[in-house]
T-cell receptor, first 112, second 113 residues
Framework: ETGVTQTPRHLVMGMTNKKSLKCEQH?????MYWYKQSAKKPLELMFV???????ENNSVPSRFSPECPNSSHLFLHLHTLQPEDSALYLC???????????FGPGTRLLVL | TQLLEQSPQFLSIQEGENLTVYCNSS?????LQWYRQEPGEGPVLLVT?????EVKKLKRLTFQFGDARKDSSLHITAAQTGDTGLYLC?????????????FGTGTRLQVTL
């Protein structure tokens, strides 16, 4: 059982669609993360938020737009994605941006 | 850029067998984590090794951090079907900073009856 939830669990979208992924953590942590997990590639860190402020953006294309309204919620807004963006998007949280992270179950995204 | 190579990439064994998964890098890490990810779920942290040469045991799983803190291994004794999953190692470059985690390429383990 995890204290980090993600919705939706599965998403299929066309390249012209706009959709959002949602993450919520119930662990009282103050740092949240978005990762991308593609087949045959290591987990890639996309964004880091600490106390609602974005502290890291790992050269992610602007078609991915994160939003962190508070320490418990994290969104990833998607717009005009490409088929190569199809992947498992994982959210994680930690206390004080420490290295012990707790991951959500992920959103499996397919871009057609 | 720190890279972590895991081997083997895939492993299919029968229940009761032993196995070892390796995680290697040319970089030094302050600590190293091991995760297991089951289908349809996110990675779950199994253990963190901190000191060079450290050995930690978690039931049938034995984790070792290399003396030079560049590599690690995970040994599973008498594997069970419940051990099936993707095993990931992750190196911590800077203590207390999750944003500096480098994940390995993963080892997919399947244990059959």
């Amino acid at each position: 059982e995890t204290g980090v939830t993600q919705t939706p669990r599965h998403l299929v979208m066309g390249m012209t669609n706009k959709k959002s992924l949602k993450c919520e953590q119930h662990l009282g942590h103050n740092a949240m993360y978005w990762y991308k997990q593609s087949a045959k590639k290591p987990l890639e860190l996309m964004f880091v938020y600490n106390f609602k402020e974005q502290t890291e953006n790992n050269s992610v294309p602007s078609r991915f737009s994160p939003e962190c309204p508070n320490s418990s919620h994290l969104f990833l807004h998607l717009h005009t994605l490409q088929p190569e963006d199809s992947a498992l998007y994982l959210c994680a949280s930690s206390q004080d941006a420490g290295e012990t992270q707790y991951f959500g179950p992920g959103t499996r995204l397919l871009v057609l | 850029t720190q890279l972590l190579e895991q081997s083997p990439q895939f492993l299919s064994i029968q229940e009761g067998e032993n196995l070892t998964v390796y995680c290697n890098s040319s970089s030094v890490f302050s600590s190293l984590q091991w995760y297991r990810q089951e289908p349809g779920e996110g990675p779950v942290l199994l253990v963190t090794v901190v000191t060079g040469g450290e050995v930690k045991k978690l039931k049938r799983l034995t984790f070792q951090f290399g003396d030079a803190r560049k590599d690690s291994s995970l040994h599973i004794t008498a594997a069970q079907t419940g051990d099936t999953g993707l095993y990931l190692c992750a190196g911590v470059v800077r203590p207390g900073t999750a944003s500096k985690l480098t994940f390995g390429t993963g080892t997919r383990l399947q244990v059959t009856l």
